[in-house]
């Protein structure tokens, strides 16, 4: 009998995957299904991205890089993060990952272990609390409240800071709940991080980009206070449509560089060659192409947001980033796993439960808005027809 090391078992998952294979099986059968589930953009990677990727390839850069990153891309994320900041930092705190998610890997490897807490945002992406319990230490959840807005609570999360907290973990833009945390809030956990001066903060800017109605992303790299303890977590997935390169860049104060770097030479080596040349072109190159995509964005997250709202029981406070809605389903009496199973097999339109994103996320469930208007049309139709035909009966 193989036996692994504990920590393994006590590995989370991420539902959205499982939903995408099951979603694919389904329609394998013949079975028509509206995958509103997953979070990517369902926009091609900008042509002279894809054009970049191919160059380098035919140039002949398919050997091993720095693995921090090649020096002309780490350059360009320090202009990019500058010009959208306003903050300078050098290139060498720069770091290029295999996909945004490596950095919340590799930081809670950093931090984590029995005896330390870790916060970490309730609903939140999954990984988080995953990661938290992989390293022994224990998840403490932030409540992530809908009466916010979605936004996060600076007293109640500074609340729960005690001496045995060593990181916490941030996430506006947010998923699953597009929520924004307003600039006043941010100010006022920063003001009260002040306190707590061994605590790191992990923030995951990954949707900065993608905001709506007026709402400003706020990173927490423009408060030079924190900026010794703040690793900043970004990426080309969804503000470029890159999901599959497996691209992502963070920052991270001086002290722990060269931490993350052997971290790098110990697992992935280095990033995808080619890849790393198209993310140099996709922060160089003409950006209109973002522009395009939160524009349309932005008019499916209204039609999402009107329809979602119509639907007998359920209620949806308009999403102000990433391309999620969040609707509050406990008027309809069912609870969420079972309602986005019920809804999956019975009437073809995949979406993940909250509950997939912490307990926090039960009464919930999170729509991508990232397909085309007539599929979201056709989808929350289907919602509907299934919500008359079997809803309100508690589940
Ligand atoms: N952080 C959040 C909040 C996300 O939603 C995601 C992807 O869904 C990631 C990080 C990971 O991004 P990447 O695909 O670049 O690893």
Not at 109 to 131: H, K, N, Q
Not at 375 to 394: K, P, Q
């Amino acid at each position: 009998m193989v036996r692994t090391i504990g920590a393994f078992d006590r590995l989370g998952d991420e539902n959205a995957f499982a939903v995408l294979a099951r979603a694919a099986e389904l329609a394998e059968q013949g079975r028509d299904v509206v995958n509103l589930g997953i979070g990517q953009p369902d926009f091609p990677t900008p042509e002279h991205i894809v054009e970049a990727g191919v160059k380098a390839l035919r140039d002949g850069r398919h050997g091993y890089t720095d693995p921090t990153g090649i020096p002309p891309l780490r350059e360009a994320v320090a202009a990019h993060v500058a010009g959208h900041t306003g903050v300078s930092i050098p290139a060498d705190r720069v770091m290029i990952v295999p996909g945004a998610k490596v950095t919340m890997f590799a930081a809670i490897m950093m931090f984590g272990e029995p005896g330390v807490d870790i916060l970490y945002p309730d609903p939140g992406f999954p990984i988080y609390r995953s990661m938290i319990e992989f390293t022994g230490a224990r998840a403490v959840p932030v409540p992530i409240r809908e009466r916010n807005g979605f936004g996060v609570g600076a007293a109640e999360l500074l609340s729960l800071i005690t001496p045995a907290t060593r990181l916490v973990i941030l996430n506006s833009p947010a998923n699953p709940t597009a929520g924004v945390t307003p600039k006043g809030e941010i100010n006022r956990l920063v003001a009260g991080l002040l306190d707590h001066p061994s605590v790191v903060v992990l923030s995951d800017e990954i949707y900065d980009r993608l905001v709506y109605d007026g709402a400003e992303h706020v990173s927490l790299l423009s408060y030079p206070e924190i900026r010794n303890r703040l690793i900043l977590l970004n990426g080309w997935s969804k503000t470029y449509a890159m999901t599959g390169w497996r691209l992502g860049w963070s920052i991270w104060p001086t002290t722990l560089t060269d931490k993350i770097r052997r971290f790098a030479v110990n697992s992935w080596s280095c990033v995808n060659t080619p890849a790393q040349y198209a993310g140099i072109a996709a922060l160089e190159g003409p950006q209109d192409c973002v522009d395009q995509m939160v524009g349309e964005f932005d008019r499916r997250r209204r039609v999402t947001t009107r329809l979602l709202s119509s639907l007998p029981g359920v209620s949806c406070v308009t999403p102000r980033g990433a391309f999620y809605a969040f609707p509050n389903i406990s008027g309809t009496g069912w609870t969420a796993g079972p309602l986005a199973s019920a809804l999956l097999e019975q009437a073809g339109v995949a979406l993940i439960a909250g509950t997939d994103f912490g307990d926090g996320g039960e009464g919930h469930l999170r729509v991508s808005y990232a397909n085309t208007e007539d599929n979201i049309r056709t989808a929350v139709n289907r919602i509907g027809e299934f919500l008359v035909e079997h809803g309100t009966s508690a589940r």
